[in-house]
């Protein structure tokens, strides 16, 4: 695992579906995502997104609750915040600060990752604001799953001593 940073993730518009069913389908559900946003109209302007607030070990495989997505460029929604197109979710999520980190290889492992991201968090005075995201980064085809990227993010109040700007 890569150093734990903080970071502000910037105000964006995305499209979404959320699911209760097992996390090992993701490729399918990020392709499924992909398609909608196509047959949409709509720009997809970054890499997908999956992002649960359940414990992966308190739920059964197949009862995992999570939402798959990807930032897009745009959306009309009749000036209302949030949307649908059929299966297709449409929201705003406003800026937001993140502590990040890169998890290398199988989600085997993750686990580690995550309680090692939580512990930081404890350790150093933040608040566990919102659910785990993973930003799934772009891998050449046939990278063996060892070493394919995913950048963690865990949404994060600051609530510790005042800190030098």
């Not at 997908?48 to 930032?71: H, I, K, T």
């Not at 070493?147 to 800190?163: A, D, F, H, S």
Request: net charge negative; proline share 8%; charged share 30%.
């Amino acid at each position: 695992m890569a150093d734990i940073v903080e970071k502000k993730i910037p105000y964006q518009k995305v499209a979404y579906v959320p699911h209760i069913d097992s996390f090992s389908k993701l490729p399918i559900f990020v392709q499924e995502v992909g398609d909608l946003i196509a047959e949409n109209g709509l720009e997809a302007v970054g890499f997908p997104y999956g992002s649960y607030e359940n414990d992966l070990e308190e739920r059964a495989e197949n009862l995992q609750m999570f939402e798959v997505g990807m930032p897009i460029k745009d959306f009309d929604a009749d000036g209302k915040p949030a949307g649908r197109l059929g299966k297709l979710g449409l929201k705003e999520i406003t800026e937001h600060t993140v502590l990040s980190t890169i998890h290398e290889g199988s989600h085997k492992n993750f686990d580690k990752t995550i309680k090692k991201m939580v512990d930081y968090s404890i350790k150093n005075h933040y608040d566990i604001v919102g659910p785990i995201t993973e930003i799934y980064l772009p891998a050449p085809l046939k990278t063996p799953v060892e070493e394919t990227k995913t950048e963690v993010q865990l949404p994060v109040i600051y609530m510790g001593p005042p800190r030098e700007e």
